[in-house]
């Protein structure tokens, strides 16, 4: 993220905003009680407060790419003590990024949060694959995205730094899960004429056939 992105994701309106967010999430997939949730992209952590506190998680693993970020989500976090890990790594490997502490394997969780943060992976396609990969069967996929629409916007080009090949759409997302086996449903919304992307998508149970 360039400097002016992350001087506004770290402001009192972006915690505004994502407030309203996991409002929006809790009504479109319900609480998370006792669960455990990894947080892909936690940026400075309120994401992680507001899954523990709001969506009543019992413990977050949360990634992100920048080392700065996860100092910043370490000290909002520190009452949380016992039951967050933090860890600076990639989405899209997990396992690499809480190996440490013996997370980030398949089916290790019952949910996962992506708060605003897929779209500023390359090869999105494998973030959205790690997430499947680390759900548990009936475990949820809580997503909140800026698609291609937006991105588009000379407003957006201007302000921020993000991939500029293959971004996608609202429609281009939703119809990434279900290659992955997560199902979305009816469970998704988008607000401004499609520029952001929020739904809650539920990983396959495996089939009566399977071993
Ligand atoms: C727009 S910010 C969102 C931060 C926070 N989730 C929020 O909603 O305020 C995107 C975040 O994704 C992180 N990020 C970008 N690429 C990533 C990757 N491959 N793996 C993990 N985090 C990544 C950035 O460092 C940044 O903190």
Not at 27 to 46: H, Q, W
Not at 74 to 99: C, E, K, P
Not at 175 to 203: F, Q, S
């Amino acid at each position: 993220m360039n400097a002016i992105e992350t001087a506004l994701v770290n402001s009192p309106p972006r915690r505004w905003l994502q407030h309203y967010e996991a409002h929006a999430l809790v009504r479109l997939g319900g609480r998370t009680p006792g669960a455990r949730v990894a947080e892909v992209g936690c940026g400075s952590g309120y994401g992680t407060k507001l899954i523990l506190d709001q969506f009543g998680a019992a413990r977050v693993d949360a990634v992100d790419l920048d080392p700065a970020m996860i100092t910043r989500a370490t000290r909002r976090l520190r009452r949380y003590a016992g039951r967050v890990l933090l860890a600076q790594g990639s989405a899209t490997d997990l396992l690499a990024a809480f190996s440490g502490a013996g997370g980030g394997k398949d089916a290790d969780y019952d949910a996962v949060f992506d708060f605003a943060i897929i779209h500023h992976i390359p090869n999105w396609r494998d973030a959205v694959a790690e997430v499947a990969r680390v759900l548990k069967p009936g475990g949820r996929f809580f997503f909140d995205e800026v698609t291609a629409t937006a991105l588009a916007r000379p407003t957006y080009r201007l302000l921020f730094d993000h991939p500029g090949q293959d971004r996608f759409t609202a429609g281009e997302f939703l119809a990434e899960l279900p290659r992955h086996g997560l199902h979305v449903g009816d469970r998704w919304r988008t607000r401004v004429g499609g520029d952001y992307l929020l739904g809650v998508a539920t990983k396959s149970e495996p089939t009566g056939g399977e071993q």
